[in-house]
């Protein structure tokens, strides 16, 4: 079956930024999700269909696609942002979700 | 506003069966597919499966198949998701999601608050 690799943690300072890696096979034939999710919170989509962005989301959020790789970009991180994030995808009609990147912002 | 609101939490013994529900409004219900998810204490995401309001057609997830029962019912854009045999590592949260589509892709737009089944004996 498919499988997605993130990252465990990434961390970044306090108005830097930061990318966050979800590795998959041709993961550029898919489209990708990315959901941000706080603790004690239900996942909330912050990137759709590999770049774009639900209205709502600030556009420091960013994402790219190519070959086996999909990258979430965070500029000038806020407190705000710290999160698990998961990256998604579906593969012959099944949901995978990546295993979660907690993201620390120091 | 789409709103999806879950039942309360649970506490089972091994080997019982629970079932949460998930309300929705603000959409037309039968208009979307209904997803589960579910998430282990400090654990990922896990898709458990989802079901076509309209017809009731189910896809599960593998793992799930033969302990999971997924229903809706359309009177009251509310679905439901059954799980039999319960185990310690059932312990999670369970997500009901709205799938929307967007093109040819797709993504979870809207989630419930989530529902806690605790499995202890």
């Known amino acids: 079956s498919y499988e997605l690799a993130q990252p465990l943690s990434v961390s970044v300072a306090l108005g830097q930024a930061a990318n966050i890696s979800c590795g998959g096979v041709n993961i550029e034939t898919k489209n990708v999700n990315w959901y941000q999710q706080k603790p004690g919170q239900a996942p909330v989509v912050v990137i759709y269909?590999?770049?774009n962005r639900p209205s709502g989301i600030p556009d420091r959020i960013s994402a790219s696609i190519s070959g086996n790789t999909a990258t979430l970009a965070i500029s000038r991180a806020q407190a705000g942002d710290e999160a698990d994030y998961y990256c998604q995808v579906w593969d012959n009609s099944y949901v995978i979700f990546g295993g979660g990147t907690k993201l620390n912002v120091l | 506003q789409v709103q999806l609101v879950q039942s309360g939490a649970e506490v089972r013994k091994p080997g019982a069966s629970v079932k949460v529900s998930c309300k929705a409004s603000g959409y037309t219900f039968t208009g979307y597919y209904i997803h589960w998810v579910r998430q282990a204490p400090g654990q990922g995401l896990e898709w458990m499966g989802r079901i076509k309001p309209n017809n009731g057609d189910i896809n599960l997830s593998q793992r799930f198949q033969g302990r999971v029962t997924m229903a809706t019912d359309t009177s009251l854009s509310t679905a439901y998701l059954e799980l039999s045999g319960l185990k310690s590592d059932d312990s999670a949260v369970y997500f009901c999601a709205r799938r929307r589509l967007a093109g040819t892709a797709a993504y979870f737009d809207s989630w419930g608050q989530g529902t806690l089944v605790s499995v202890s004996s």
């Open positions: 269909k590999n770049v």
